[in-house]
């Protein structure tokens, strides 16, 4: 097996969490007619970004660099100059696209995205091997996200319907309980339905910035906290 610049390691819950979105990328592939040899880096890559939204760590990450708007992309990458302030804002807007294309589907443009993506990972790519001097395993794989982007999206949109089906479950107090899924044997993992709810409201506020899916992600929030012990969210 070849080395890879994306390694899934972590606590037992996140090695679940990444494991089972793997498995199902990778079911995914085969049931599109996507399967490849060389795509071992960017299974990987997809696997934790995946997770990243489902603990929230990418907002917490790139939250301050993501708008719907490429002037204010231009201006949060360009104007300080400093390679590595671009190679964040670029990747996490291009990371951004390809999740809002292929999972939140509903809330955005998926066509519009995928220009966006392909272009912010093409970049991202340039950026990370201009601050290493030399071409690198993760400039290697965002050069293949721009490159097949309308295939990880084709893949992702496909994995939503099949692998991260939701239950939902609604309480009086809009409680929001996590549900189990167990998949090929030993191998657990779970699809959260009020996480995904909150991440599909915190997309379309991304989009629209209105005061009412403003709202609408504060409410959910809210309900989750009182649900859900380990998630945390101080509101926005």
């Known amino acids: 097996m070849k080395s890879s610049p994306f390694q899934v390691l972590g606590t037992n819950e996140r090695e679940?969490?990444?494991?089972?979105?793997?498995?199902?990328?990778?079911?995914s592939r085969i049931e599109t007619g996507e399967?490849?040899?060389?795509?071992?880096?960017?299974?990987?890559?997809?696997?934790?970004?995946?997770?990243?939204?489902?603990d929230q760590s990418f907002y917490k990450t790139y939250g301050d660099t993501i708008t719907p708007y490429d002037s204010q992309i231009y201006d949060l990458a360009e104007v300080s100059g400093d390679p590595i302030v671009q190679f964040r804002v670029y990747k996490g807007n291009a990371d951004f696209a390809l999740m809002a294309a292929g999972v939140f589907e509903k809330n955005c443009e998926p066509d519009c995205e995928t220009q966006r993506g392909k272009l912010f990972y093409e970049i991202a790519s340039t950026c990370h091997a201009r601050i290493c001097r030399k071409k690198t395993g993760v400039a290697t794989v965002l050069?293949?996200?721009?490159?097949?982007f309308e295939t990880y999206r084709k893949i992702l949109s496909y994995m939503r319907g099949e692998y991260l089906?939701?239950?939902?479950?609604?309480?009086?107090?809009?409680?929001?309980h996590l549900e189990r899924?167990?998949?090929?044997?030993?191998?657990?993992?779970?699809?959260p339905d009020g996480r995904n709810h909150f991440l599909d409201a915190y997309s379309n506020w991304m989009k629209t910035g209105s005061q009412a899916d403003?709202?609408?992600?504060?409410g959910l929030g809210e309900a989750l906290c009182r649900a859900d012990p380990e998630f945390e969210f101080a509101g926005i």
């Open 16 to 27: 679940e969490s990444l494991f089972f979105m793997l498995d199902s990328l990778l079911r």
């Open 35 to 54: 399967e490849t040899i060389d795509d071992e880096d960017v299974n990987i890559y997809l696997a934790g970004l995946l997770h990243s939204f489902l």
């Open 143 to 148: 050069a293949k996200l721009s490159e097949r």
């Open 165 to 176: 089906r939701l239950l939902r479950r609604f309480t009086k107090g809009e409680m929001f």
């Open 181 to 191: 899924e167990v998949h090929a044997g030993a191998l657990t993992g779970f699809v």
């Open 214 to 218: 403003r709202d609408r992600v504060n």
